[in-house]
């Protein structure tokens, strides 16, 4: 996945984190690139608790991970033009068989 700013794309450190950062930008989960990291922040979505920028999405919702208040993503469309129809349904039954096979 590229930076959501410039497009550059991510490589792997060579040693220690990856300076690279994620963050929600209408709620769909981006990679920051370090040059854009201090310039593009201000345009990431923010917890409506504590304010953060350190926002995770996944399925259908965003976890802040600063305070982990944890909201539903909003219904509008956004979300379902990122995700397949039925994902989740497929998800959760995959889950289960596999689940179901495990001792």
Do not use: Y
Not at 5 to 10: D, F, I, L, N, Y
Not at 14 to 33: F, K, N, Y
Not at 63 to 88: F, I, K, M, N, T
Request: charged share 25%; glycine share 8%; aromatic share 2%.
């Amino acid at each position: 996945m590229p930076c959501f700013s410039c497009g550059a794309r991510q490589t792997d450190p060579i040693r220690g984190a990856s300076p690279w950062t994620r963050g929600v930008r209408d709620e769909t989960q981006v990679l920051i690139c370090p040059d854009c990291r201090r310039t593009h922040e201000t345009d990431l979505d923010r917890c409506s608790s504590c304010g953060s920028v350190a926002l995770i999405c996944r399925l259908g919702e965003v976890e802040c991970r600063s305070c982990g208040s944890v909201r539903l993503a909003r219904g509008d469309g956004r979300l379902a033009a990122s995700c397949a129809p039925g994902l989740a349904d497929e998800v959760e039954a995959a889950l289960a068989r596999v689940l179901r096979r495990v001792p």
